[in-house]
């Protein structure tokens, strides 16, 4: 049944072809967006039970030679597993965190959770403080800069693509589709930072290297790799950039602060 894990061995075919075999792979029996109705077509099979389970790829598979193909699994159930979640009680609070109740454990959850629905509605504010200063400014944004930044995004786009698992070529194709996408969004950076240096000046709003250093062990600190982070952030232009981040920060914080005494 769906939510089950099943053990099974599988032939794959595809435009007549065997493309690939597998034994003994485990798959948890719920809807996956790159395997459409495959779960829903092998549930409650039995042990031993063979049968030919065919899908439709969508065109983001990761596969992209098999993309937007038919698909056809001759599969063969081994072993059934059944998902079983454990009592929720203070035994088991224990187990899985710090905590020595499960009131405990359900009071972070709701702490968690508020602190989630204020991160979202300081972000839809300042947000909303972005659109406003963009809607009001008229001014030109220099074409080679809006060029530097698309590269930028397009670079971070196929990179978060190909870390999720697709094929550099899939990867690269789909950043080209979004690329008038990427170019708004370019420009939108652009003009913004260029309204925030603005502000900067004129509020003579600048960072010390105090504060820089300050945020930069705090950065180091949080990281995975500490060496390797302090390292990197010793770099010059990532001194700059990081410098400019807080400076940002400063002039969004006046902002906020003008528009909540207004």
């Given at each position: 049944?769906?939510?089950?894990?099943?053990?099974?061995?599988?032939?794959?075919?595809?435009?007549?072809?065997?493309?690939?075999?597998?034994?003994?792979?485990?798959?948890?029996?719920?809807?996956?967006?790159?395997?459409?109705?495959?779960?829903?077509?092998?549930?409650?099979?039995?042990?031993?039970?063979?049968r030919s389970?065919?899908?439709?790829?969508?065109?983001?598979?990761?596969?992209?030679?098999?993309?937007?193909?038919?698909?056809?699994?001759?599969?063969?159930?081994?072993?059934?597993?059944?998902?079983?979640?454990?009592?929720?009680?203070?035994?088991?609070?224990?187990?899985?965190?710090?905590?020595?109740?499960?009131?405990?454990?359900?009071?972070?959850?709701?702490?968690?959770?508020?602190?989630?629905?204020?991160?979202?509605?300081?972000?839809?504010?300042?947000?909303?403080?972005?659109?406003?200063?963009?809607?009001?400014?008229?001014?030109?944004?220099?074409d080679s800069?809006?060029?530097?930044?698309?590269?930028?995004?397009?670079?971070?786009?196929?990179?978060?693509?190909?870390?999720?698992?697709?094929?550099?070529?899939?990867?690269?194709?789909?950043?080209?589709?979004?690329?008038?996408?990427?170019?708004?969004?370019?420009?939108?950076?652009?003009?913004?930072?260029?309204?925030?240096?603005?502000?900067?000046?004129?509020?003579?709003?600048?960072?010390?290297?105090?504060?820089?250093?300050?945020?930069?062990?705090?950065?180091?600190?949080?990281?995975?790799?500490?060496?390797?982070?302090?390292?990197?952030?010793?770099?010059?232009?990532?001194?700059?950039?990081?410098?400019?981040?807080?400076?940002?920060?400063?002039?969004f914080d006046?902002?906020?602060?003008?528009?909540?005494?207004?």
């Open positions: 049944q769906m939510n089950d894990f099943v053990v099974a061995d599988y032939t794959l075919t595809i435009d007549e072809k065997e493309c690939e075999t597998k034994s003994d792979e485990i798959f948890e029996l719920k809807d996956e967006p790159m395997l459409p109705d495959f779960a829903t077509q092998i549930a409650g099979m039995k042990i031993g039970e063979t389970v065919t899908v439709h790829l969508p065109e983001s598979f990761p596969r992209s030679e098999w993309a937007k193909k038919q698909a056809t699994f001759e599969f063969t159930v081994k072993d059934i597993k059944e998902k079983k979640l454990p009592e929720a009680d203070d035994h088991w609070a224990v187990s899985v965190s710090n905590f020595k109740t499960l009131a405990e454990v359900r009071e972070h959850i709701r702490i968690d959770l508020n602190r989630m629905k204020e991160r979202d509605s300081e972000s839809a504010f300042e947000r909303s403080i972005l659109d406003e200063l963009i809607n009001q400014s008229k001014f030109e944004v220099p800069t809006v060029d530097r930044r698309v590269h930028y995004l397009t670079e971070q786009n196929v990179e978060h693509l190909i870390s999720s698992g697709y094929p550099q070529d899939k990867a690269d194709a789909l950043t080209k589709e979004k690329s008038e996408e990427l170019k708004q969004e370019a420009e939108r950076q652009v003009r913004v930072a260029l309204i925030f240096d603005e502000i900067a000046k004129l509020e003579n709003i600048s960072i010390t290297d105090d504060v820089l250093h300050e945020r930069a062990e705090e950065i180091v600190r949080s990281s995975r790799n500490p060496e390797e982070t302090a390292s990197r952030i010793k770099d010059e232009n990532r001194q700059e950039a990081l410098r400019d981040q807080l400076r940002y920060e400063k002039v006046l902002l906020k602060s003008s528009i909540a005494k207004n």
